[in-house]
């Protein structure tokens, strides 16, 4: 079936990088893109960016330029999302979504936690 | 800074009937930014409810439906059951390969 599965739950000093994956499965990966979404603890989503899986070409929110990469792997069907320069506001639940008109699918999260 | 706008929370009745609105703070909701609607229950993922405007996910009963109502999208629940009880988001596109969310609406039943 169609899904994302994304890696496991990461702890980083303020400062630190982080890198999350998103495997996809179960449809052409470079017929979509996908995008990025947090939702901080209590809080509502929030659209980080997007990556077109076909040509890599992406798009960031604009708070978060110069702290974020997204690329996909299109060998492995794999998207990555690298956030730098953690802050304690970075400490959220990271999501990928497969992207056509909307976000259709979605991966089960990535709980990043910022603390020293 | 856009801004896209939804009612913090409301309040509906078992098997009563409750319209969610999505506003935009730059003018009017059309078609052209493909709204959609996203169903959220704690500690889960969103689960996709509705797109480009009103085209239901596969799975999702047609309880749930998606206009444009005025200048905002809206999002309609009838016959609303228990297990209606969530958040709702919806997101907006704006072109160029950006979306912005919604604050959400918290959603309860009783």
């Known amino acids: 079936q169609v899904q994302l599965v994304q890696s496991g739950a990461e702890v980083k000093k303020p400062g630190a990088s982080v890198k999350v994956s998103c495997k996809a499965s179960?449809?052409?990966?470079?017929?979509?893109?996908i995008s990025w979404v947090r939702q901080a603890p209590g809080q509502g989503l929030e659209w980080m960016g997007w990556?077109?899986?076909?040509?890599?070409?992406?798009n960031y929110a604009q708070k978060l330029q110069g702290r974020v990469t997204m690329i996909t792997d299109t060998s492995t069907s794999t998207a990555y999302m690298e956030l730098r320069s953690l802050r304690s506001d970075d400490t959220a639940v990271y999501y990928c979504a497969r992207v056509l008109d909307t976000f259709d699918i979605w991966g089960q999260g990535t709980m990043v936690t910022v603390s020293s | 800074q856009t801004v896209v706008t939804q009612e913090p929370s409301f309040s509906v009745s078992p098997g009563g009937t409750v319209t969610l609105t999505c506003g935009w703070s730059?003018?009017?909701?059309?078609?052209?930014?493909?709204p959609s609607w996203y169903q959220q229950t704690p500690g889960q993922a969103p689960r996709t409810l509705i797109y480009s405007t009103n085209t239901r996910s596969s799975g999702v009963p047609d309880r749930f439906t998606g206009s444009i109502l005025g200048n905002k999208a809206a999002l309609t629940i009838t016959g609303a059951q228990a297990d209606d009880e969530s958040d709702y988001y919806c997101?907006?596109?704006?072109?160029?390969?950006?979306?912005?969310f919604g604050g959400g609406t918290k959603l309860t039943v009783l």
């Open positions: 997101v907006l596109y704006m072109g160029s390969a950006i979306w912005v």
């Open positions: 179960g449809y052409s990966f470079t017929s979509y893109g």
């Open positions: 730059s003018g009017s909701v059309s078609t052209s930014h493909y």
């Open positions: 990556i077109s899986a076909y040509k890599g070409n992406t």
